[in-house]
């Protein structure tokens, strides 16, 4: 048992020795001579003294800890792939040796004066990012404060998608809805797309995966709807696509547009109609809907890897193009 | 803007001061003379000096933060509640100037020893501990250790209950099922529960709140089902119960449990059957049905109260009977 009443102090006495050289025996044991080192790592595992982490990360300027922000409870079915990635990210985190610090924000300048105040004060070695969009002032304000940092995002519509000193970890979306599509189009041809409206990089995404999965089976991408992401409005978009074409399934841009699209397809009575989610949410799986899951473990798993480069710690570093970007592929979950 | 790369000692060398000066300015001003003081208080502003947070822990042993364990992701309808207490805890914790640090653990023991590292650290000045069991381990250990703590969840079945030094929070399960069933009987007298398996005490307060409000209302208490956590088995079990008797409404001890009902009741034809979910969670929302709102906010605000006491900062203190519970009376949402 480490005992954090016991000081420097108490084991140079206990020693014999200055509090200098206990000092050199925990941090440049080398310099000290083999017999001094014995004794006083006699007399630090008799007390069972515990350098003080404070003082440890005083000395090396290093917290071992990375920062996150956690979104205000937004509630829908979506919002628990955030809440996923925090897990996993604290999961691998601590095998890694690493410790998390949430914060909460209500918007990207209170995110950047959280980061402040813990990057300032040293509490953080590194921030993990989430939600990007174009022109985000939270990059600007890591890369001039020259803070670690990794995105869970792309930066969509910025140029510096390629650039190898932004580093992030995206899911690949497109490729989820190819696949989605491509399991679709068994049931028939008429594969609808469900997505949200125009503006959204990662609905765009999405859009593109079924319209080349459509397009590698030869089979016209024309049912194209939109919806806001609630659950009502979806269901009355799809509603209104049954009672006026023949359809054979609705692929969709999250979970939440599937649960209205499968809400639609029981009143009107079309069990046959095959739907796909994306985000494997707990409702898609009680509903019985398939749906692309993200595997965030393989997206926490990527941010550290970004954040370590293989060492044992986090450094600051410039990466070379191909080591700085982690794009995750999706799995689709057939139910 | 601050600088942590300005140190004590330059900002002593422009005041003309000695490095003991420019900490007594900080720490205990009142003993240095007033023009002293200003002269450093101005060298300070001028170059952006922040005495770095690990200084400032090392020597008030206080890290203003507090840890909880974060579950390892189990997925699962209900599993967003403890997800939604740390996103208020954190928004709280940040609000009183406290941070909030996670840790993963994959039982009880390992749990314990991370909470170890963080105590002996100095890292956290206190934790939260959830999901508490009877004979819990972790509560012998933080009691032994007299870490501050905080549980979210009564300490069920063990004679501590009224025990003061003992600091919880919890929601009024039985609360939140009398309200439900007081909505239920609208409907008509035949409300039916269903609960999970015996040995549950979270279980026995929530069926507790049914029979309670069944008993006031002078009707039978009879139609007990019981399944296990699984959308599946509960669709199943009221599946039977609609095929066998005649029912006006199914109140239930958690949504995953209302889920499997809701399922039931749409494949028997019966959208009257009146629902009740427990915990108010996206998949009820997304899918209309009624459930009892846990209020994480205020359990999380609660979880403050207990641990600051009112003061400024995480004390280790003694409280007086009455002011170590929080019973947080849930809210039951109508659709």
Redesign the interface.
Known sequence: M?D?SVTIQDVARAAGVSRQTVSNVLNTPAIVRAETRDRVQQAIDRMGY?P???????RTRR?A?IGIH????A???S??VL??F???L??HA?ERGL???????SDHDEEIR?M?DL?????VDAVVITGTAYGDRRIDWLTQRAVPFVSFGRPWGADDVDDPTYLWVDVDGATGTRAATAHALNRGPRVAFLGWPAGSATGDDRERGWREAMAAAGAPAELRLVAEET?SEARDRVAELLSARAVDAVVCASD?LA?GAH?AA?AGHRPDLAIVGFDN???A???GISSVEQL?ELVAAGTLDLLMAGGPRIERRTPTPGEAHVLVEPRLVVR
């Open positions: 480490r954090t515990a003080h982490a404070s003082a440890r990360r005083l917290s800890t956690l979104d205000p409870y509630g829908g079915i919002g628990v809440d996923r925090v897990h996993a604290t999961e601590g410790r998390v610090l949430v914060y909460a924000a959280r402040a990057v300032d004060g040293g509490d659950v939440t649960v809400v029981v949410t707990p409702a799986e009680a509903l965030p």
